[in-house]
C-alpha cells in the first residue's frame, strides 16, 4: 500500500527536470566574475585589495590599467564587482564555465598582443604534476556516449553536495550519459574535490593508478584547481594540478549544478569548452 | 562573547575540573587546547548562565596528567593537541595521533611556539595501529579513505565476527588542511573566507561564529537588522541540510522515490540561500560587522517559500514515517544512551535523541538568539529512528522560526565599521548552534593585536567516538545507516 502511496505522490508532482540546457544564473545569484572593456579608473587597485585568495594582479600598459583574473584562484565571493567603481569587473550569470587547459582559466583585459599582457600572465604561477602528463593529447570521442565518474572528495563537502544535487530531478545528470561509480576499477574519470592535502594525497594517487586507461580527470571547484583559500598552508593543500594531469577544470565555490553538468559535457565531448 | 579569564596553576585547575564538570553540575566542556604549546587553555561552558570562561595553566616539561580517565569527552581534545603542539597528556589510554599521518615529519607540531625541551622525542610513532581484537574466527574489514558514495573521506576499521561488529575504530584526519594556522597567517580582515571554508556546507554557521568572536574582541555590535539577517541566514542553512540529511538516511534504506523528492525540495531551500545572499551555501554574507544588505521583496519571497516547503514536505515526511520497512531498520539500532551521551559530551541533534536538552540557541546569545530560539526538540531512545524524529522536527520549528523572524525584522542599516586594529591581549569566542550541533570558534590576540590562536571546535569532534560505540553488536548492514543518521563532517572535524 505504501508503494502505491508513493507511486501516486510521485505521479501527481508531474515533471521537475529543467529542459533548457545551461541557463544563465538567476538574477542576484553570483556566478564567476568576467572583465568588460570598461577602463579602469587611474591608480586603482580596490579589486587587488579585497581579493581573499590574490586572484587578481594589477598591471599597467600605455598608461592604462591592465588586469589578469585568475578563475583557478577565485572563489566567487562577489566582493570585486561590489567594490569596481567603473565595472570593468563585473558578474558573469554563464553556467559554462569548465575549460580543458589550466591557462584558459586566466583572463584579462590588456590587449593580447602586448608584451606587457603576456609578461603579466607569465608570471602566474602554473603547477606541472608530479605524476606523468597528459595521456588523451589529441581529439577523443571515447566518452561521446556515455562517461563513469569516480567522485574523490578531499574538501569541505560543498562541491560534493553539489554534484549529489546535479543528480537530482531537477538537474538530472545522468540523462546526459553520465554514472557515478564507486570502483576505481570501473571508472573513466576521475572528478577530484577539495585541495588535495597531504593526508589524501596517497589515496587519490592510488585511485589514479588503479583507472585503466583511457582516463580523464576533472578538477572541479576552486580548491582542486588551486587550492583555493587553503594553498601556502603546511598540509600542502595545493589542489590536485600539482600531482596528476588533469584534462577538466571546472572552478567555483562550489560551481553550481549546471556548471558541473557542462563540464562533463566538455569532458565528454559533446559541448566545447567556455574559452580555449 | 567575551569569556572570562583565569590563569591558574596545573593543581588547581584539576581541582577546578573536578568540582565543575561532576555530575550534578550544570556546566561542559567547551574545548581544551593550547596557545603555543606553553600552556594549557581550557573553555569551560555555563549554559545556565549563558556564560564562558577561559582557564590558562602553563605546563612543565610538556607533559601534564590527562583528564581522559576522568572525563571521556576530553579524549580527542587530548590526542589533537599532541598533534597540534606535541604536549604529552600522560595516562591517556589511547594515545595515538589524532590529524597528522604518516606524511608528516616524526616531530612535526605545526601550531606549537615555544621550543621543545631538550632531548624530548616522540612517544609514539606516526603509524597508525589499530585495535587488534583477538578470537578465533574474527575479522577485520577496513573501509576507507575513499568511499563508494560522494562522501569526505574517513577510514573505518571493523573488527567482525560473522555479519556482526564487534569493534568499530574511526580514523580520520585525512582532511587536515592546516586552517587553524591559516587563521593566524592571514590579515583578520579577511581571515572570515578561511574560517567559512573550514566546511562550506556548515559556511554561514562558522562564519558566524567567526565574526561574533571577532566583534566580541572588537567589543563592536552589529545593528539589530543584520542580527536577524544572521539568525534567518543559519535557520535557513539548517533547514537545507536537514532536508538533505533525511533525504540521505531514504537512500540508504533504499525508498529512493523518496528521497529524490527530498533533493528536489531542498532546492527550494538553497533558493532561499540564493535569495538572502546570492550563493546557495549563504557563503561571504556574514562577516565581522554584519552582513550584505537584503532588499525587503527577497525577504517575502523567502517567507512565501516557507509556506509552500512546509505544505511540499508534508506527505513526503508522512510517507517515511509510516514505512513500515524504514520504522524497522531504524528502531533500536545504533542506542547512543542518555549516561553515554551526557558522558561524552555529545552535542546537537544525537544528544537530543538521546534525551539530553541541549541546544545552543536556548543560552547563549547570538543573532536573534536566545529570544527567538525555537523550543528544543528532544527525543528519548536514541536510535537511529529518534534522531530523524528530531531532524523532522527542526524541520518544522525551523520553518517556525524563519517566518517570525521576517515578520519582526527591522529596517535600518546591516553594517558597522570595523576598527582599524584589534585589542591587544584580548579573548572572544563565538558559539553557534549550527546544523549538526554546538560549534565553537575561539580567538586570542598577542602583544599587537594580530591573532595569536584561533580554535575551532566542530560539533563532529565531540560525537564521532558515539558512532563506533552505538553500532557495537549491530550489523555491518546497519552500519551505513548510523552513520548517515549523524550526519557529522569530517572536514570540519579534521580541520
Request: charged share 20%; with cysteine; hydrophobic share 40%.
Amino acid at each position: 500500500m505504501t508503494m502505491l502511496k508513493l507511486f501516486t505522490y510521485l505521479a501527481g508532482q508531474g515533471i521537475a527536470t529543467q529542459r533548457k540546457l545551461f541557463p544563465d544564473l538567476a538574477e542576484g545569484v553570483r556566478g564567476m566574475p568576467m572583465l568588460t572593456d570598461a577602463a579602469c579608473e587611474s591608480g586603482c587597485n580596490a579589486c587587488a585589495e579585497v581579493c581573499p585568495t590574490e586572484a587578481i594582479n594589477l598591471f599597467k600598459y600605455d598608461e592604462k590599467g591592465g588586469i589578469t583574473l585568475d578563475l583557478g584562484s577565485c572563489i566567487n565571493c562577489g566582493y570585486c564587482v561590489d567594490v569596481c567603481p567603473t565595472k570593468t569587473i563585473v558578474n558573469n550569470p554563464t553556467t559554462r564555465v569548465a575549460v580543458k587547459s589550466r591557462s584558459a582559466l586566466i583572463l584579462t583585459n590588456g590587449p593580447k598582443d602586448k608584451t606587457e599582457t603576456q609578461e603579466a600572465i607569465a608570471k602566474i604561477k602554473l603547477p606541472t604534476p608530479k605524476f606523468g602528463a597528459r595521456e588523451l593529447t589529441k581529439p577523443f570521442k571515447y566518452f561521446n556516449r556515455a562517461v563513469a565518474a569516480r567522485v574523490v572528495s578531499t574538501g569541505c563537502s560543498a562541491c560534493d553536495m553539489e554534484i549529489g544535487a546535479s543528480g537530482n530531478p531537477v538537474f538530472d545528470l545522468e540523462r546526459f550519459g553520465v554514472t557515478v561509480v564507486a570502483s576505481p576499477r570501473f571508472a573513466d574519470a576521475l572528478v577530484v574535490t577539495g585541495p588535495v592535502p597531504k593526508g589524501m594525497q596517497p589515496a587519490v594517487t592510488s585511485c589514479y593508478q588503479a583507472m585503466s586507461s583511457p582516463r580523464v580527470v576533472v578538477a572541479l571547484g576552486t580548491c582542486a584547481i588551486s587550492g583555493g583559500v587553503h594553498k601556502n598552508g603546511y598540509a600542502d593543500a595545493c589542489g590536485i594540478d600539482q600531482i596528476l594531469p588533469v584534462d577538466v577544470y571546472v572552478p567555483g565555490c562550489p560551481p553550481h549544478p549546471w556548471m558541473i553538468i557542462h563540464a562533463f559535457n566538455v569532458a565528454m565531448g559533446k559541448e566545447p569548452p567556455a574559452r580555449e | 562573547m567575551q569569556p572570562d579569564y583565569t590563569e591558574l596553576s596545573q593543581q588547581d585547575m584539576a581541582k577546578q575540573l573536578k568540582e565543575r564538570l561532576n555530575k550534578s553540575s550544570s556546566e561542559r566542556l567547551g574545548l581544551l587546547t593550547s596557545i603555543d604549546g606553553g600552556q594549557l587553555a581550557l573553555l569551560m561552558l555555563n549554559p545556565v548562565k549563558g556564560t564562558c570562561s577561559v582557564l590558562e595553566s602553563p605546563i612543565e616539561n610538556n607533559t601534564y596528567k590527562a583528564y581522559t580517565s576522568n572525563f571521556a569527552q576530553f579524549h580527542w581534545f587530548e590526542r589533537a593537541l599532541f598533534d597540534m603542539f606535541g604536549i604529552v597528556a600522560e595516562g591517556h589510554p589511547r594515545f595515538k595521533h589524532l590529524l597528522l599521518h604518516e606524511q608528516y615529519e616524526k616531530d612535526f607540531y605545526p601550531l606549537r611556539k615555544v621550543p621543545l625541551p631538550e632531548n624530548f622525542k616522540s612517544p609514539i610513532e606516526r603509524t597508525y595501529q589499530f585495535l587488534e581484537v583477538k578470537g578465533e574466527g574474527v575479522y577485520e574489514l577496513p573501509v576507507g579513505p575513499i568511499h563508494a558514495g560522494v562522501i569526505e573521506p574517513g577510514h573505518f576499521r571493523f573488527s567482525c565476527f560473522g555479519e556482526t561488529i564487534v569493534n568499530l575504530e574511526i580514523r580520520l584526519g585525512f582532511l587536515h588542511r592546516g586552517v587553524e594556522k591559516r587563521l593566524t597567517e592571514v590579515p583578520w580582515q579577511k581571515a572570515h573566507f578561511v574560517a567559512e571554508a573550514v566546511a562550506t556546507d556548515t559556511a554561514c554557521a562558522n562564519a558566524l561564529a567567526h565574526a561574533e568572536a571577532i566583534e566580541s574582541i572588537a567589543q563592536v555590535e552589529v545593528p539589530e537588522r543584520a542580527k536577524f539577517l544572521r539568525s534567518i541566514a543559519l535557520e535557513i542553512e539548517r533547514l537545507a541540510v536537514h532536508i538533505i540529511d533525511i533525504g540521505g538516511m531514504c537512500t540508504d534504506i533504499g525508498l529512493l522515490g523518496i528521497s529524490a523528492t527530498a533533493g528536489r525540495l531542498r532546492g527550494n531551500a538553497l533558493r532561499m540561500g540564493d535569495l538572502l545572499s546570492g550563493s546557495r551555501f549563504l557563503r561571504a554574507f556574514i562577516m565581522p560587522g554584519g552582513v550584505r544588505q537584503v532588499e525587503e521583496a527577497r525577504l517575502g519571497e523567502i517567507k512565501a517559500g516557507c509556506q509552500q516547503l512546509r505544505k511540499d514536505l508534508k506527505p513526503v515526511w508522512a510517507m517515511f514515517l509510516e514505512n513500515q520497512m524504514a520504522i524497522e531498520r531504524m528502531t533500536d539500532v545504533g542506542v547512543i544512551s542518555y549516561s553515554l551521551a551526557n558522558e561524552f559530551g555529545l552535542v546537537g541533534v544525537g544528544a537530543r535523541a538521546a534525551g539530553i536538552n541541549y541546544d545552543v540557541r536556548q543560552y547563549f546569545p547570538c543573532g536573534k538568539y536566545p529570544e527567538y530560539a525555537p523550543p528544543p526538540v528532544v527525543e528519548k531512545g536514541g536510535d537511529i529512528f529518534a534522531r530523524e524524529r528530531v531532524r523532522i522536527g527542526e524541520v518544522w520549528t525551523t520553518l517556525d522560526t524563519i517566518e517570525k523572524l521576517i515578520d519582526n525584522i527591522p529596517h535600518g542599516d546591516v553594517k558597522v565599521e570595523m576598527p582599524r586594529e584589534l585589542p591587544k591581549m584580548a579573548w572572544g569566542v563565538g558559539i553557534v548552534e549550527a546544523f549538526r550541533g554546538e560549534l565553537i570558534h575561539m580567538i586570542s590576540t598577542d602583544m599587537n593585536g594580530n591573532i595569536r590562536r584561533y580554535a575551532i571546535k566542530d560539533p563532529s569532534f565531540d560525537n564521532w567516538t558515539a558512532i563506533s560505540i552505538g553500532i557495537r553488536n549491530q550489523l555491518i548492514a546497519d552500519f551505513p545507516l548510523v552513520n548517515k543518521s549523524f550526519a557529522l563532517s569530517y572536514g570540519g572535524n579534521d580541520g
